[in-house]
């Protein structure tokens, strides 16, 4: 839900509001919008696109389809295309939410009549997968890993739709082929849009292939076989910095997250341990 200022509301510049939004490189992925609004109502409007909606603090109540709604801590809400929709704190001290505007690529126009009956989703696994989604967008050079959250959401809000959808099959196969591909491509990376086109299956299938055969994300494949050359080049005397470009981090902020994840330290104190010993 996107604010439009209205007569009688406070003006959205004033300290208790604060907004955030950007486009990720995501297909899919419209806006990203992260506000945290005190007494700001929406008028009715439509959107063009899907909204998927988490409130991390207060409550919003909302009508849609001339039916009243609310979004408690434990909900995702997915507003379809088209419809008109208003919004309003359901609380005295506000919300703060995250959004993700979604175009047609992951939703079809054909699940908007589903949407309408149950836009309310009380499912804390698509709760928790969202909030992940939102943590990886806002880190540039993840782009592998929200990608793959996204279609994953996206076939469970398929199946939130769809509750008769069958579900996806292993295919080892198909695994060790994404993961050649993968082997092949570890500094460049690639989309997983591309990689699913060049293995002719669709995105979700091929994540669900691969985490089922090897017990990990291909994101998560990915950067490990980024953090393994890294440590390498820096236990050879390379910079951190120069080690990120050489790996196929997108900085050097992006290599230190990753490989403090992995390694439990930064490069920086890999790098000066190595070069003590070596001393």
Known sequence: MAPQQGPGHPDPGRPEQEVSAWRPRIPGVVEVFHAHFTEYAYPMHVHDAWT???????????????????????????????????????????????????????????????????????DPELRLRVGQLHTALDHPGDELEAASRLTLIAERLHAHLRPFSPAPTEDPTLARTLRELLDARVTEGIALDEAARLVHAHPAHLVRAFSGAYGIAPHQYLMSRRVDRARRLLLDGRPPGEVAALTGFYDQSHLTRHFRKLVGVTPGRYSRDSDRRRS
């Open 52 to 122: 998927l909606l988490i409130v991390d603090d207060g409550a919003v109540r909302y009508d849609l389809d001339r039916h009243e709604h609310g979004t408690p801590h434990d909900t995702v809400t997915l507003l379809p295309p088209h419809v008109p929709h208003n919004g309003s704190p359901a609380t005295p001290y506000g919300f703060r939410k995250r959004v993700l505007y979604l175009d047609g690529t992951h939703l079809a126009d054909t699940l908007i009549g589903s949407a309408v009956d149950r836009p309310d989703l009380r």
